[in-house]
């Protein structure tokens, strides 16, 4: 197992051992429910508030706007559903290099009535402050763009689209689960209303995320019950996850500089290795502004899935976008919207990496790509 190499980081993450140690005493020990008054409820209920200051102290909001939810995909649906419910406009706008969990969630209000704008995004991958005003209406109840893309990387002018939003009254909501924990975020800053995140996006455990919702944005719940989390996500909370989440975000508050520095550097390396050893090789995206550990490559002639499994037999472990779209073979629609012709997108592959990422890794993975690729377009007569 060991000899692998991960390059899927922005799939999933492995969780810091010192994570997996602090949420150890919630499942044995601290069991209680959290809303109980008695003692072992309170145990676990000070678990959730450690967790909810630790978070807010990561983004910069007050603990009670922190909305604990089952991952960044529920905090998605909730942030556009619930927002849309709860407002007075019938209109949403969005890019259209958003995440399935955004943009299947306005499909959805598509069909009850609402009107939705996609943006598109330039070469680059990114959308015009400029593009969001004109979109804007009377009837606008809910700006949502991403932080940080999955697939290529590139960053969002979240401080100039927030800034928009906010001139216009219109709530501001933004995907920052790519971003969390690896490059810093500001809501009070950058205007920002409603923002989801992801811990196993930065070394925190799977299903578990939240929603941070400005004290006066109001929002519809998806889940009725209990009435926890004030209401807006019923179901007793994921306690162990939760003190997981919690720690994942004050590690990353205190080595996140670091730590992106050194997985920049290793990226750029990886990026100089392949863009100059192998011929017919393109970095998609935008060249500087993007997130730390991911690199999206095409390779003329090259087909992305084929590509993967071949480098999974060489004990590589990368992908060709979001987990979604390689499971459904869809057309990698966030390389169209970029403009890149459908051929080049299909020849595409990301490479994502993270803390366990080591500089024999880069070298060990830039020497395979060029055999592999060399070896596929050997047996490719087109090429
Ligand atoms: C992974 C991801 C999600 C979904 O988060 P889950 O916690 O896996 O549900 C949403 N948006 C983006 C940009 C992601 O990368």
Not at 12 to 25: H, I, K
Not at 142 to 151: F, R, T, W
Not at 356 to 373: F, G, R
Request: aromatic share 4%; hydrophobic share 40%; charged share 20%.
């Amino acid at each position: 197992m060991d000899e692998l190499i991960y390059l899927d980081n922005a799939a999933s993450t492995p969780v810091d051992p010192r994570v997996v140690t602090a949420m150890l005493p919630y499942f044995t020990w601290h069991y209680g429910n959290p809303s109980a008054i008695h003692p072992m409820g309170r145990r676990a209920d000070e678990a959730l508030e450690t967790a909810r200051e630790q978070v807010a102290a990561l983004i910069n909001c007050q603990p009670e706007e922190v909305i604990f939810t089952s991952g960044g995909t529920e905090s998605d649906n909730l942030a556009i559903s619930g927002a849309a419910m709860a407002g007075r406009g019938r209109h949403i706008i969005t890019s259209e290099i958003e995440h399935h969990a955004v943009l299947l969630a306005c499909h959805a209000l598509e069909k009850k009535g609402f009107e939705v704008t996609y943006l598109p995004v330039d070469s680059f991958g990114q959308v015009s402050p400029k593009d969001v005003e004109a979109a804007i209406t009377p009837q606008t109840a809910l700006v949502s763009i991403m932080a940080a893309n999955n697939v290529i990387g590139t960053l969002q002018p979240v401080a100039e689209i927030g800034a928009v939003c906010r001139r216009q009254g219109v709530i501001f909501h933004t995907d920052a689960v790519q971003m969390a924990g690896h490059l810093p975020l500001d809501v009070k800053r950058d205007n920002i209303d409603l923002l989801s995140l992801s811990a196993h996006k930065f070394n925190g455990p799977k299903g578990v995320g939240i929603l941070y919702a400005k004290g006066d944005v109001p929002l519809a719940p998806l889940i009725l019950g209990g009435g926890q989390e004030s209401g807006l996500r019923s179901g007793t909370e994921n306690v162990p996850g939760i003190a997981g989440l919690g720690l994942a975000a004050g590690i990353a508050a205190l080595e996140m500089q670091e730590e992106a520095g050194r997985v920049s550097s290793l990226r750029k390396k990886l990026a100089e290795a392949i863009l100059g050893s192998i011929p017919g090789s393109r970095l998609n995206g935008h060249p500087q502004k993007r997130l730390p550990g991911n690199l999206n490559i095409s390779f003329e002639g090259v087909e992305g899935e084929y590509l993967s499994k071949e480098l999974a037999k060489q004990g590589i472990c990368v992908s060709t976008g979001s987990a979604c779209s390689s499971a459904s073979h869809e057309a990698p629609y966030v390389l169209l919207a970029t403009g890149l012709e459908r051929d080049l997108a299909n020849c595409s592959i990301r490479l994502s990496l993270g803390k366990m990422t080591t500089p024999e890794h880069i070298q060990k993975t830039a020497d395979t790509l060029s055999a592999v690729v060399s070896q596929i377009r050997r047996q490719t007569p087109v090429w």
